[in-house]
């Protein structure tokens, strides 16, 4: 076996166990907490003969770990169960679809946006090492990444919703009878929030990436050896210097799977974090569950992705994995 598949396979399996952990403790969690599916289903008026009748269908009665070993097992088969929020009695799958779905497209024209203008800030200010624009823009990422996203939001609503600016709604509100990509528009602010909450890291991480390649001896030597700058840029400095914004970048819209919790409460857009926030609020304890799982499956996910493509860029790691 090629120690690139190799590796591959061990970052899965690390990726399984921590997903079988995760399951552990959002189980536990979960059920600690105190609520009664049973009786939010039927409400207060609930007779006791009828909550013990709704605890024996859900197997409420049943002890921890085979309500566990049934919960996981159903995930693997599909089956999230069913919601005992205020859509009670519904799959949870037909309720946290379109939420991920909705935050799914957040976060891609995020990321779409965020990527390139973080990178290119970073190699700019790189390049202009303690200059002006490197000076202003050290400035304006300190400044973003001490600020929370609610804080974010709330300004970007004030300046661009609000008062003679009204370029973009206040409040993202998703007609569900109107296709989603007609409404694109009800999303530029939340967007822009999240652009302005990951472009400060990734941005201040490839400066110092491409600082540090740039005072290497290597680049060094392309110098002496008569290389074009542009030369240089392109086929030694970037390279070398966006391997370690990689595992930022991961980490990063990894966090935008937690951070749309406040960002999509603060403009009401229905997405995960809305759902999850929801969720909390009705001690909804199978969409909790559903929605902390894909979270979870998030992390690893782009975890593996970063650590494929930080061998891909990389020439010494992509030679190193062919031998």
């Excluded at 009670?88 to 037909?94: F, G, I, L, Q, Y």
């Excluded at 009204?166 to 999240?194: E, G, N, T, Y």
């Amino acid at each position: 076996m090629r120690p690139f598949v190799k590796l591959i396979a061990a970052r899965l399996a690390a990726g399984v166990m921590v997903l079988f952990c995760v399951s552990i403790l959002v189980f536990v969690a979960t059920q600690a907490l105190p609520s009664d599916p049973a009786m939010a289903i039927l409400g207060r008026s609930a007779t006791p003969e009828g909550l013990a009748t709704l605890r024996q269908q859900l197997h409420l009665n049943d002890p921890a770990w085979l309500q566990y070993l049934k919960w996981i097992t159903g995930i693997f088969h599909g089956d999230l169960g069913l919601s005992v929020g205020e859509q009670a009695r519904r799959p949870v799958t037909e309720i946290i679809g379109p939420q991920i779905l909705n935050s799914a497209l957040l976060m891609l024209i995020a990321s779409v946006v965020a990527i390139p203008l973080a990178i290119l800030i970073g190699v700019v200010s790189g390049l202009k090492r303690d200059r002006a624009f490197d000076n202003v823009t050290s400035l304006v990422s300190l400044i973003l990444a001490a600020m929370p996203e609610f804080v974010i939001g709330v300004g970007l609503i004030f300046v661009l919703a609000t008062g003679r600016l009204k370029l973009f709604p206040a409040v993202s509100f998703i007609d569900p009878d109107v296709p989603l990509l007609q409404q694109l528009f009800k999303l530029v602010l939340p967007a822009m929030v999240l652009v302005l909450a990951v472009t400060p890291y990734v941005a201040r991480m490839m400066r110092a990436s491409v600082i540090e390649v740039l005072e290497s001896d290597y680049i060094e030597m392309a110098r002496l050896k008569g290389l074009s700058p542009r030369y240089i840029l392109s086929r030694h400095v970037l390279p070398n210097a966006i391997v370690p914004t990689i595992s930022v970048l991961a980490l990063q819209f990894a966090y935008l799977a937690g951070s749309v919790v406040v960002v999509e409460s603060v403009f009401s857009y229905p997405g995960i974090g809305s759902g999850l926030a929801e969720a909390v609020a009705n001690r909804d304890l199978p969409t909790i569950q559903a929605l902390t799982m894909f979270i979870g499956c998030l992390y690893v996910i782009l975890n593996l992705v970063a650590d494929i493509l930080t061998i891909i860029v990389s020439p010494r790691l992509r030679v190193g994995y062919r031998e």
